[in-house]
């Protein structure tokens, strides 16, 4: 049996206006997330999906509920100790790619290491094997402004992947591309749960919900709804495999 990795439980968030008020961002959220497991949140802009995000990756504080990383309660922990485990457990794509213009795709994808201070001989082979993958191989030299919109995010798949994070968090990450595009990178972000890691991701794009497997949430009147019910996702095959051991 999968072991829960994330789960969330009537999370609330609200924020104080300049003039008194209070405005209510989140008003009851509840999420389970298992090993190898995706899971989508559908909503318009302004809905909560990525303060939903922040909160669940320990880059927001919640008004009130639970955030819970394999079992322990992570909301009362120091700086120090979240930044551990965003370190330790989690990897982030953006739908702006957020690439270091200066570097490279190999580069920029190594930049990850040297964060979680791994940087080594064998997470450079990694790195490139990872870039191969992602059908990069011919472009690990290139700056960010030499590649597509499309090439920038694998590139941006291949740093959240390169430290083996046991959670991806992808917000809108087709939002910059167009149609065939993006299928090809929703299909990235859900062939990586074979390897083991597991995919939250934040979209509009209602087509991409219903071809691809997985459990959705509905961001709506600032609440989180379960509603994979309503879809009836065909099972792909997908052709890249990204389950490398080194």
């Not at 074979?194 to 997985?214: A, C, D, F, I």
């Not at 959705?216 to 309503?230: A, F, L, Q, W």
Request: contains cysteine.
């Amino acid at each position: 049996m999968s072991s829960e990795i994330l789960k969330i439980e009537n999370l609330k968030k609200s924020f104080k206006s300049p003039n008194g008020s209070v405005i209510e961002v989140l008003k009851g959220a509840d999420l389970s997330l298992f090993k190898g497991e995706s899971a989508s949140l559908r909503g318009e802009s302004g809905a909560g999906k990525t303060t939903f995000l922040n909160i669940a990756a320990c880059l927001e504080t919640p008004s009130s509920g639970g955030v819970y990383w394999d079992g322990l309660k992570v909301d009362g922990l120091s700086n120090s100790k979240q930044a551990k485990l965003r370190s330790g457990y989690m990897g982030f794509v953006f739908q702006s790619y957020c690439l270091i213009p200066e570097l490279n795709a190999l580069e920029n994808v190594l930049f990850a290491a040297r964060i979680a201070d791994s940087f080594n001989k064998k997470t450079i082979s990694r790195a490139k094997e990872i870039l191969g993958k992602v059908g990069l191989s011919d472009r690990m030299g290139h700056l960010p402004h030499q590649m597509s919109g499309g090439e920038r995010q694998r590139v941006a798949i291949a740093r959240a992947i390169l430290n083996r994070p046991k959670v991806i968090f992808a917000d809108e990450p087709t939002g910059n591309l167009d149609v065939e595009t993006g299928k090809s990178i929703v299909e990235l972000l859900h062939n990586i749960c074979e390897s083991g890691s597991s995919v939250v991701m934040t979209t509009h794009n209602l087509q991409l919900l219903k071809e691809y497997p997985g459990s959705v949430y509905r961001c709506s009147e600032h609440r989180i709804t379960d509603v994979t019910d309503e879809y009836m996702p065909r099972q792909r095959t997908i052709e890249i495999d990204l389950n490398i051991d080194n």
